[in-house]
């Protein structure tokens, strides 16, 4: 192993960093560029483009390759307008915004209140991690939260913020929903004032018209999740494949939302990716499943090669009108802990609300049990791109190396990478192109290859470094004497010279899915 010493940054710098990287390499850019972008639109560059790929296909695989009663589905992006007055979405699909008077920003009311307990929490956070640092190997941090006075005073105010929060939020009073901020003395981050407006609702979906008429009739929305198309086709799919309770329909597919804030890149955009699974259970048994479906996963992420401490349970403060429990796995993102992915059981509120509004029954008949029955849901739901932006930030590093030299090395998980191995002459002439060629056409059937012979070998390195990928295959004279080539690992940056004939073999042995588990 080559000694290195980690430069990464943290917190916004790092998020930053992150950012301009995923320009530069091709991961991802600002959508329609040449014209200034278009607000929390983005687009997928050659390298980003693979890697939402290979993190979808990885979870198609896990979810419904891996359960033999779990299927998966592709439904239409445009639905039946009555879809969405039955899920509630018309009514009910909106979020709480505040607008600041004097920078004419706008916020997310809830977002803002959430913000403050986070700063409150940071604080004591700082406190443990000073007793932590005092105290040494006996620190026992459960004890010193519930003895410290000043972590118990930060405690309490935090629980008094979440419980008022709480309340008003039942009972949709958006006038307490503005004292609170006020109370809290919360400032516009842009002008510093707290000048507020009134709190209200928005309607976060998208609408368009079908067809060459424009009147009423004709609104059709984009859709805001992909849930309801699973629900529409509950009984389509349980009838001609046969599935007995409980099963589950899964499927991936844009989602969009005219989010209020979307500032946080691809953490939060108007047009994005999701991954959803819904469980279809006996009525009563939602709540097994529900904490099954939460360890397994919360199992999954760990999976990836995240500390521990990266992810946690956040149950939900309110319950939207579909679910009786509710909770969200977030990650540490550079700017904090944010939900990456919602498990919510939902009840029998969608399949019951379309039956309503269709007027077709959507009942399963139990054999076991001997009668029809509604079935209840459970929801796993993550979104693609925040996924994205998890692994991204897992693996971005910046380091020093031993003889001075920087590099930035994205250490995805070898399965996930775009490119898998890059090959490379070492000189561009004397017959090692040709030879490196040969190579890179056998490579070419099993993995996502790439040859390179520009720069210096060095340079050449660093590109791949930064591009995330696992293995380089350098071809040199000696390749052309004895077929043996060098191997060169990313993280450790150490090489072994093999046989070319060995290195499928290697690689497929390190990138197998089966070896994720
Ligand atoms: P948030 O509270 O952050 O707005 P949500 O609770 O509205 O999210 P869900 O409706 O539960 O989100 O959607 C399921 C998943 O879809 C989320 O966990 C998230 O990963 C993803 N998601 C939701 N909204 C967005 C968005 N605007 N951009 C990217 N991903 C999103």
New binding site residues.
Partial sequence: MINTTDTTPKGDELFKNIISHCKEYGYIFPSSEIYDGLS?VYDYGQYGAELKKNIRDYWWKSMVQRHENIVGIDSAIFMHPTVWKASGHVDAFS?PLIDNKDSKKRYRADVLIEDAMAKIDAKIQKEVDKAKGRFGESFDEQQYRNTNPRVMEYQTKIDAIEARFKAALEANDLAEVKQIIVDLEIVCPVSGSRNWTDVRQFNLMFSTRMGSVSDDSDLIYLRP?TAQGIFVNFLNVQKSGRMKIPFGIAQTGK?F?N?IV?RQF?????E?E?M?MQYFVRPGEEMQWYNYWKEERMKWHRTLGFADSKHRFHDHLKLAHYANAAC?IEYEFPFGF?????I?SRTDFDLKKHEEFSGKKLQYFDPELNENYTPYVVET???L???FLAILSNAYHEEKLEDGSDRVVLRLPDFLAPIKATVMPLVKKEGLPEKAREIMDVLTWDFNCQYDEKDSIGKRYRRQDAIGTPFCITVDHQTLEDNTVTIRYRDTMLQDRISADKISGIITEKVKLKKQE
Avoid: V
Avoid at 266 to 270: A, G, P, S
Avoid at 338 to 342: D, Q, T
């Fill in positions: 929390a979020d999740e989602a939302r989010e979307a691809i953490f939060r955009m108007r994005f999701q959803e969200d944010k939900e990456l992915e919602g919510h739901s993550i979104g791109d925040r996924m």
